[in-house]
């Protein structure tokens, strides 16, 4: 028989202002990832619906504010790289407030960017989300050992 994956899931949610750049957060040094950039992002509790947790962890983390129903699904990223995950990645055209470090000790700046003009190091999610067009279509993506390197721009592991 076969076991049955646990699969760990996380969220990530794309803010953009009136030029239509989009709001990243760099990661503290010293912590995964440390230096690149991400989505707000985190991770649910038991229990909690998936919308809510992506609008306490924008909260939580860069002090913006908006409401689960507003929220649009953009991209699913399959995850297999040292833990699997499923990432959810959504949309929120309306917030409100002015985006700030709230969690120093895991972000060390947040800033507006334009698709076009994204920082050289940013998190797989967001590379992920920028291979399928930051459009208005529900998008996919596998992100495993291979397109992980690809993803974060780093050399190819040997085989």
Not at 9 to 16: K, P, Q
Request: negative net charge; proline residues 4%.
């Amino acid at each position: 028989m076969t076991e049955r994956a646990t699969t760990r899931w996380a969220v990530f949610v794309i803010i953009r202002n009136k030029a239509g750049e989009i709001l990243l957060q760099q990661r503290a040094l010293g912590k995964y990832l440390g230096g690149y950039w991400d989505f707000p992002s985190g991770h649910g509790e038991y229990d909690e619906d998936i919308r809510v947790t992506t609008i306490r962890e924008l909260k939580e983390e860069v002090d913006l504010d908006g409401k689960p129903e507003d929220l649009r699904l953009t991209h699913i990223d399959q995850y297999f790289v040292e833990v699997e995950y499923i990432n959810f990645v959504f949309v929120l055209d309306s917030w409100r407030g002015t985006p700030k470090v709230c969690e120093p000790d895991k972000c060390s700046g947040v800033g507006w960017f334009a698709l076009d003009k994204l920082p050289e190091k940013c998190v797989n999610v967001v590379r992920a989300v920028e291979t399928a067009g930051f459009g208005n279509e529900l998008t996919y993506s596998v992100t495993d050992k291979h397109t992980y390197h690809d993803l974060m721009g780093l050399p190819k592991q040997a085989a």
